[in-house]
């Protein structure tokens, strides 16, 4: 067992094939957070689609639950090395929100309340790789968690999950988020161990 970073130690690989290089398991749900918590009530809280003409698509807190969900069970994987299986979610699929919103897009900036921001592919978001999840564990999202709800991208490493996602902004050029303009990867895949601008 070795430490790995202050405040948390984690049990090692040994070799178990769902966990990334570099990585640790944990069993616990640390908190990342770069700034305060923001408390978003739901009454106001929106979601909102940007294209790159301007055109808005916008859900309220109901037509967001008024929208088919997914249970998605997924294992998530942050940059200073925690890697938690089988964390379970429920939340509604990019695929839905996305559904009628016509786009040239390449490239999404996704936008918190707070002011956090990252980027990543639209192609990222779709085919089943993305949800705005609003339930963990068969709670309700708790605010530290990025409640009332925050981004899912299993797949990346756990920075781009936005916590208190408010919306999405496609964009035809890659533009970079909070952390990635502080020097981490652009598109931060843990299977290749992205973690920061050149790895
Ligand atoms: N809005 C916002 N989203 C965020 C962050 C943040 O600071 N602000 N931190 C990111 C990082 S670095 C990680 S590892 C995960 C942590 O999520 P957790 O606190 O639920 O574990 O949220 C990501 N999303
Ligand atoms: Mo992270």
């Known amino acids: 067992m070795s430490i790995v970073t202050p ?7 040994e070799g178990n094939p769902r966990v990334p290089p570099g ?26 689609v940007t294209t790159e003409t301007g055109a808005a698509h916008r859900w ?4 967001l ?6 249970k998605p069970r997924v294992d998530i994987h942050c940059v200073t090395q925690w890697s938690k299986l089988d964390t379970r979610w429920r939340g509604v699929s990019l695929d839905t929100l996305l559904e009628g919103v016509e786009t040239e897009a390449d490239y999404v900036l996704v936008h918190s309340y707070g002011g956090y ?10 085919d089943g790789q993305a949800w705005v999840a609003y339930q963990f564990g068969g709670a309700e999202l708790t605010p530290e968690h990025g409640g009332p709800a925050r981004l899912l991208v299993p797949h990346l490493y756990f920075w781009k999950s936005a916590k208190w996602v408010r919306g999405l902004e496609l964009k035809l ?23 920061y601008q050149g790895d």
């Open 173 to 195: 050029k890659d533009e970079p988020g909070f952390w990635e303009n502080l020097g981490y990867h652009d598109y931060g895949d843990p299977w290749r161990e992205q973690r």
């Open 23 to 48: 990585q640790y398991l944990v069993e616990d749900f640390p908190v990342l957070s770069a700034g305060p918590t923001p408390r978003v009530r739901t009454d106001s809280w929106q979601f909102t």
């Open 65 to 70: 639950m008024a929208l088919p969900s997914e």
């Open 7 to 13: 405040g948390f130690r984690g049990r090692a690989r």
């Open 117 to 126: 921001t990252t980027n990543l592919p639209l192609a990222d978001l779709v």
């Open 60 to 63: 309220s807190w109901a037509e």
